[in-house]
């Protein structure tokens, strides 16, 4: 289940179990989003992207969906596995040219063995 | 060395000390951008430089100063800090007109 840490919401799973991260962004007009993963030491890490043309992409174990309407956002992470633990954020794209990303607070995968 | 390196990864100073974060990316990108991860909020954007200008800065107090002598440098000059800007300083790179940010591992600042 999610429950809301100390500073950012933490979502608990078993390995093995599918995962899914949510986000809601703010501005209608962002045009691209991305998902980064940030691992404890290190800077965030693209994990998958996804235009405001499209309600669904896929990757490698990873789905991320699209619902302009409410401006929602989640990542499902199929068969989580302990090396999934992370802070997960999204992050949305207004300008072109050079990125502006604004980013989500971002919520804690802990995935036990 | 590939993708984008900061130095130093940790760092220690007083409020009366001046200090700068180095980055520099290796991917040939012409964007470069400072954030700042604190506890309790968001990613902050802090500065933007493409193609070697400065194209955003928001609302950062004057105490940070960045340079971008190149492309693929990007330099913090830190000075008269105070204990709130303890924080992990993020530096990013991207490709002009490309979405993904590409990211350092952070220099980890605490302002004593």
């Known amino acids: 289940g999610e429950s809301v840490g100390l500073h950012l919401p933490t979502l608990s799973v078993q390995e093995g179990d599918n995962s899914i991260i949510n986000c809601a962004y703010s501005?209608?007009?962002?045009?691209?989003f991305i998902w980064y993963k940030q691992e404890s030491g290190k800077g965030p890490q693209f994990i998958i992207d996804?235009?405001?043309?499209?309600d669904k992409r896929q990757g490698q174990r990873v789905t991320v969906l699209l619902n302009k309407t409410v401006k929602h956002l989640s990542l499902q992470i199929a068969a989580t596995q302990p090396g999934d633990s992370a802070v997960y954020f999204c992050a949305e794209i207004l300008n072109s040219g050079y990125s502006t990303l604004t980013f989500g607070k971002g919520t804690m995968l802990l995935v036990s063995p | 060395e590939t993708g984008v390196t900061q130095t130093p990864r940790h760092l220690v100073m007083g409020m009366t000390n001046k200090k700068s974060l180095k980055c520099e990316q290796h991917?040939?990108?012409?964007?470069m951008y400072w954030y700042k991860q604190s506890a309790k909020k968001p990613l902050e954007l802090m500065f933007v430089y493409s193609l070697e200008e400065r194209v955003e800065n928001n609302s950062v107090p004057s105490r940070f100063s960045p340079e971008c002598p190149n492309s693929s440098h990007l330099f913090l000059h830190l000075h008269t800090l105070q204990p709130e800007d303890s924080a992990l300083y993020l530096c990013a790179s991207s490709q002009y007109s490309g979405y993904e940010q590409y990211f350092g591992p952070g220099t980890r600042l605490t302002v004593t």
């Open positions: 996804i235009r405001s043309n499209m």
């Open positions: 501005n209608s007009a962002s045009d691209y």
């Open positions: 991917l040939g990108h012409n964007a």
